[in-house]
Each structure stands twice: as C-alpha cells, then as structure tokens.
C-alpha cells in the first residue's frame, strides 16, 4: 500500500509563506488527480489545489494568487507553496492521490497562521 508523507507545515506570521511537501513511498500509477484540501476547526475538508493527470490545475477562490501546486515526477513528490497567507488559512492540510481504483490519503500536517 502506498503512502503519502506530508511535510513542511508550521507556525507562521501572517503574510508569510510556507512550503508543503507530499511524498509517496513508490511510483503511483495510473493517476487521475493530486492535491491538496485543508480542515479547519469545526469545519468540512475542502480541496486548496488539484493537479489533474491532463495537466491542469484547479485552485479554490480563496488561494487564487497565493498558493500554487506543483509537482517533481523524479522525486514522486508534490509541492503546495503558500505566500500572503492569512489567519483563515490555518488548518490541517492533506495530501490527496487519486487514482482509477483508489483514493490515498496523507495524515495531514498543521499550518497555523497567527501573530
């Protein structure tokens, strides 16, 4: 079973940036999307950033211009960099592979924005 290791998240001032990392444990194949959506306290997950295997990418409105998804196929790793950020950012971000026949989950990483 593959597996998603997220990394790179933490606290930060508002305004400021941070880099999160995605990880899989092997080549995944056959994938039809990859990204990342956040939890809030009391709140539904929701998607920030999709990368679609046509090579799209989807951004939720409240990222736009601030946040951009990427990927490094060598290093079988997706990126989410996150400038301007904001105290409504702070939440869980997971890392998310969908493929034909299964959808992989990271365990999240924490970013809270606060001064």
């Known amino acids: 079973q593959v597996q998603l290791v997220e990394s790179g998240g933490g606290l930060v001032q508002p305004g400021g940036s941070l880099r999160l990392s995605c990880a899989a444990s092997r080549i995944i194949f056959n994938i039809n999307a990859m990204g990342w959506y956040r939890q809030a306290p009391g709140k539904e997950r929701e998607l920030v950033a999709q990368l679609t295997s046509g090579a799209s990418t989807n951004y939720a409105d409240s990222v736009k211009g601030r946040f951009t998804i990427s990927r490094d196929n060598v290093k079988n790793t997706v990126y989410l960099q996150m400038n301007s950020l904001k105290p409504e950012d702070t939440a869980v971000y997971y890392c998310?592979?969908?493929?034909?026949?299964?959808?992989?989950w990271g365990q999240g990483t924490q970013v809270t924005v606060s001064s």
């Open positions: 998310n592979v969908r493929t034909y026949t299964a959808n992989i």
